[in-house]
């Protein structure tokens, strides 16, 4: 946006940008005592976060404490096929995403150029950046001021950014609100529910999702 303002080359037409289960400034895990609560995990009594709940998706199964070896398609025979349902752990089918990103099909549907990049690794550790920022609230005022359009939403089972706090930073902004909270339907069935303001940003939860499940949907 700054560089298009100044009339850098090339001139990218951006219109607006979204979001997944974003974390968007400090302390955002005290939201997951409330979130816990909410869901029936702890009580009003217990001020603290549980242990064995997989917080990115907490209908999943922990495997934390468990070694579950994973069969990946090359050392499947070419007939056999595993559904990615059958698989028991989501650190399982974290491994598949890997798979499925460096396939050659998928990089050619992808229009990915022959060697323009290497090996795709999900949250790789050794990346060489500098973690300057810490609130992006902010940014996204700036944003809006500007005219983007944005789409924030959240899975409403994932507890590592709790849909609590996206929802407290968002209302934070103070942008009066054009569309007020409703259900939104997918296939005829209530998905989630969404919140519109004036900032044409739009507020959206995915029932029972967490982030990989959003990025499925």
């Given at each position: ?21 974003p ?9 997951r ?42 050392q ?29 099909g ?32 902010p ?76 990025l499925?949907?």
């Amino acid at each position: 946006m700054d560089r298009n303002e100044v009339g850098s080359e090339p001139y990218i037409n951006l219109k607006g940008y979204l979001l997944g289960n974003p974390r968007a400034f400090p302390d955002e895990e005290n939201f997951r005592i409330q979130f816990a609560n909410g869901m029936g995990l702890i009580s009003d009594e217990l001020h603290k976060c549980i242990e064995g709940i997989e917080m990115p998706q907490i209908l999943e199964p922990n495997c934390s404490a468990i070694v579950v070896p994973i069969e990946l398609p090359s050392q499947m025979g070419v007939k056999e096929h595993h559904p990615l349902s059958s698989f028991y752990c989501p650190d399982e089918l974290d491994s598949l995403t890997s798979v499925w990103a460096n396939d050659a099909g998928v990089r050619e549907a992808l229009h990915i150029r022959k060697g323009s990049i290497g090996e795709w690794k999900r949250c790789p550790t050794n990346l060489n950046f500098t973690k300057i920022l810490e609130d992006t609230r902010p940014y996204h005022l700036n944003l809006s001021k500007k005219g983007y359009r944005s789409l924030i939403y959240s899975g409403d089972h994932d507890m590592v950014i709790p849909h609590q706090s996206t929802e407290a930073w968002v209302k934070d902004l103070n942008y009066s609100i054009t569309n007020r909270w409703r259900s939104w339907k997918y296939r005829g069935q209530i998905a989630g529910y969404t919140e519109s303001y004036a900032n044409m940003m739009t507020y959206a939860t995915v029932k029972a999702s967490n982030l990989f499940e959003l990025l499925s949907f």
